[in-house]
């Protein structure tokens, strides 16, 4: 079992690195999330192509040497102290082959993002450090709760976050307890097979997603169960399924668990005995939680009696 290595707490005056590893982004888009990470005390550090733009069938934030360099620079720049990516998109993959950890391994800082940026975190993971799945800079400029975010400043200072939920009609009881791994579906299913992959055995799996059709949800599912995903882990919690279905079908992005999504989901595992949640607030919404990729969690998932329906999750 890999010793997980989580970062030093913060302090005031530190600075947080804000790049753009995948998507462009524009300025306007970021001043509200650089802004409040000046109002919590820390100095924001923009990546040097933190706004550039190169289309090569995506609007990337940059070339892939381009974006390599920031993520590179603020992983191991020692005067750094966290890294916050400032969206997802598409393009982490593209640079995950020529990640350098070489000060980052004697400095460890928190990296900070969702969706695209699983990518890191996975490789991360697979190196023994932590990080945090929660949102990304540029999401609070579009009305997403301020606790979403006071929880990450609360991780940065050394507070570990609990959650009590209630409970899913489709959940299925038990109390595990293990290792945090997982993050956006589609990026655990791109993985699988290579080595940047999560090790999976004896782990509590959280998955989310976002714009996905049915059927691509089904194939995904189903790649995890084809590679025995389902038989190893200890438990799986089912987060944010936004915007699912046909594209002509799709809800708004405050609609966020997908109900026929979630069935589709519970189907493809019932045969299979560990506990699962369903419907915790982490993913593309705007009550985005966030977890701790690699801490060792408890979760209690209760639904006999109805006064004390909930769900319990501990770091």
């Given amino acids: 079992m890999t010793k997980i290595i989580f970062p030093k707490s913060l302090k005031k005056g530190d600075k947080i690195a804000v790049i753009s590893p995948a998507g462009a982004v524009e300025a306007s888009q970021l001043e509200k999330g650089i802004k409040m990470i000046k109002s919590k005390g820390y100095e924001p550090v923009l990546g040097e192509h933190l706004y550039t733009k190169f289309s090569n069938g995506y609007n990337y ?9 920031d993520l590179n620079w603020a992983l191991n720049d020692n005067e750094i102290s966290a890294v916050w990516a400032s969206r997802g998109g598409y393009g982490c993959q593209q640079l995950i082959q020529e990640l350098s950890l070489k000060n980052f391994a004697k400095n460890p800082k928190w990296y900070i993002g969702y969706s695209d940026n699983t990518v890191i975190q996975s490789y991360l993971l697979k190196k023994g450090f932590a990080s945090i799945h929660g949102q990304t800079i540029k999401t609070s400029s579009f009305g997403v709760t301020t606790e979403s975010y006071e929880l990450i400043f609360d991780i940065l200072k050394g507070k570990t976050p609990k959650y009590t939920i209630a409970s899913h009609q489709l959940n299925k009881k038990g ?4 290792e945090l791994i997982g993050g956006n579906l589609a990026l655990i299913y791109a993985l699988l097979g290579t080595k940047y992959s999560f090790d999976f055995k004896d782990k509590i799996l959280f998955i989310e997603d976002i714009g996905e059709n049915f059927y691509a949800l089904d194939r995904m599912i189903m790649s995890l169960e ?3 995903v389902f038989t190893k882990i200890s438990g799986l919690i089912v987060g944010g399924m936004t915007n699912m279905g046909d594209e002509k079908d799709n809800k708004k992005y405050e609609e966020s668990f997908d109900e026929f999504a979630y069935k589709l989901i519970l189907d493809r595992i019932s045969k299979y005995q560990f506990p699962v949640v369903f419907g915790f607030p982490n993913g593309h919404i705007k009550d985005n939680r966030p977890l701790i990729i ?8 209760e639904n006999k009696v109805k006064i004390e329906n909930k769900v319990k999750i501990e770091f």
Wanted: glycine fraction near 16%; charge should be positive; aromatic fraction near 0%.
């Fill in 294 to 301: 690699g801490s060792q969690i408890k979760v209690k998932i």
């Fill in 61 to 69: 934030a940059g070339t892939e040497k381009e974006r390599l360099k």
């Fill in 175 to 178: 109390s595990i307890k293990g």
């Fill in 226 to 228: 084809l590679a025995g």
